[in-house]
């Protein structure tokens, strides 16, 4: 299993940069699939996007919202907030399945085995 740590989470105004990482562990790294996801205390948690095999795939309502990159030699993805707004403001949280669940079951629906601890992110003026 591969182990994620996230951050570059914070305190951000609306409209500024923002760029979360999750580097992992392990050298299985390059042999899962990543997904971003957040969550808000109380509501259920949404999935963002999920790069894997070189794809890169977006939930509906998150799309042109966000930019996943990735690089296995890094073992690191990141996560771009474009144009960062209020209601963006939660925790996000990374998490990994393998490469052939994720070609078997889809992104969005295969069931990730290792989790981030989350990074906070409030934007805010």
């Known amino acids: 299993q591969v182990r994620l740590v996230e951050s570059g989470g914070g305190l951000v105004r609306p409209g500024e940069s923002l760029t979360l990482s999750c580097v992992g562990s392990?050298?299985?790294?390059?042999?899962?699939?990543i997904a971003w996801f957040r969550q808000v205390p109380g509501k259920d948690r949404e999935a963002i996007s999920c790069?894997?095999?070189?794809?890169?795939y977006y939930k509906d309502s998150m799309k042109g919202r966000f930019a996943t990159s990735r690089d296995d030699a890094k073992k690191t993805v990141w996560l771009e907030v474009i144009d960062p707004k209020p209601e963006d403001s939660a925790t996000y949280y990374c998490?990994?399945?393998?490469?052939?669940?994720?070609?078997?079951?889809?992104?969005?629906?295969?069931?990730?085995?290792?989790w981030g601890q989350g990074t906070q992110v409030n934007v805010s003026s």
């Open positions: 998490a990994a399945a393998w490469s052939t669940v994720v070609r078997a079951l889809g992104c969005f629906d295969s069931e990730f085995h290792s």
């Open positions: 392990g050298s299985t790294f390059p042999y899962h699939g």
């Open positions: 790069i894997n095999d070189g794809h890169i």
